[in-house]
């Protein structure tokens, strides 16, 4: 347990320090409010559509595709660098969990989840 109290006073640093800056910014900020501060910020132009428009699905499993092969991608690496140390049973798995996701992005493909109209 005496390992973990640094770790512990870091956490209560951190949140102690981002509390702090909240309320800081909450009390001392301006409060001038009008129509261009409430406005969706477009690069400094006139908002051309409503900025509460749906969303297409499609961008969401395009991210959630996105986080599973970024995930694949942090597994591959520590595999990569004990590739010797592991042998023939460390291949097997990588391999199997390789192909796993490599059926689940051609079930994705075939679905049409990749195609962007």
């Known amino acids: 347990m005496g390992s973990y109290w640094s770790v512990l006073v870091m956490m209560a640093v951190a949140m102690a320090i981002a509390g702090t800056f909240f309320f800081l910014t909450s009390t001392l900020g301006p409060r001038a409010r009008n129509w261009r501060k409430d406005e969706p910020y477009e690069c400094g132009n006139i908002p051309s559509r409503p900025f509460q428009q749906r969303v297409s699905v499609r961008f969401y499993i395009v991210a959630l595709l996105f ?29 199997s969990f390789v192909s796993v996701l490599l059926i689940g992005l051609v079930y994705v493909w075939k679905k049409g989840a990749l195609d962007w109209e």
């Not at 986080?67 to 990588?94: C, H, K």
């Open 67 to 95: 986080i599973l092969f970024d995930m694949e991608a942090v597994f591959l690496f520590p595999w990569a660098v004990t590739y010797q140390e592991l042998g023939a049973l460390g291949f097997v798995s990588m391999l």
